[in-house]
């Protein structure tokens, strides 16, 4: 069964450094998405893209945050100045003709 | 309330019991899923029940929807030690490739 991959899966990084999350998509899948879960907490939408466009973001995904598939294929959340707050489990999903979501196995972003 | 809400936040039962999760949400739907999740990790996609479907069965699993109520069960019979993990509904709002608004879940402990 196709799946959705994420790297790394394990990220440590200094506060203020920028980082950048791989997911590769489902092949033919159109529709992406990101979200985070902070320990403890819920699941949580951060941005969908489709068109390489932005069709959706929550408050969160601030000027600190942005997506874009490099190279038609990955699909990455880049944050520009990690803060300690950031620390959480990075989830990518995707879609594609059913409209069901399909959620990779998750990035644990740790900042120190 | 938020939109998915479950309860009991926190479950604990005896091996070989059922265990049932409810869930509330407050606007139209797509569809509704259930994940579980051991502390830490990624998300297992459990089962998927559309709008216009009342209740879907796989294996174990249970799940029945209410729109007219918003709301969503899930049913684990005979309940094993494995199960140990949290449970989240998560809605797809109606009208396309919305994204998915996870519920805060339920703590299930299923006790040896």
């Known amino acids: 069964e196709p799946e959705v991959t994420q790297t790394p899966s394990h990220q440590v990084t200094q506060m203020g450094q920028e980082v950048i999350l791989r997911c590769v998509p489902i092949s033919n899948h159109l529709y992406f998405y990101w979200y985070r879960q902070i320990l403890g907490q819920k699941v949580e939408f951060l941005v969908s893209?489709?068109?390489?466009?932005?069709?959706?973001k929550s408050e969160i995904f601030d000027d600190q945050f942005s997506v874009e598939r490099p190279d038609g294929s990955n699909f990455t959340l880049k944050i520009r100045s990690t803060k300690l707050e950031d620390s959480a489990m990075y989830f990518c999903a995707t879609a594609g003709g059913s409209y069901e979501q399909y959620f990779g196995p998750g990035t644990r972003l740790t900042v120190t | 309330s938020q939109q998915g809400e479950e309860d009991p936040q926190a479950l604990s039962i005896q091996e070989g019991e059922n265990a049932t999760m409810n869930c509330s949400y407050k606007t139209s739907i797509n569809n509704l899923q259930w994940y579980r999740q051991n502390s830490g990790r990624g998300l297992v996609h459990l089962i998927l029940i559309r709008s216009n479907e009342r209740e879907k069965h796989s294996g174990r699993l249970r799940v029945t929807l209410d729109t007219s109520k918003k709301s969503s069960s899930l049913l684990i019979t005979a309940s094993r030690a494995a199960d140990t993990a949290s449970y989240f509904c998560a809605t797809t709002g109606s009208g396309g490739y919305q994204k998915v608004t996870f519920g805060t879940g339920t703590k299930l402990q299923v006790i040896p």
């Open positions: 893209f489709y068109n390489n466009e932005i069709s959706e």
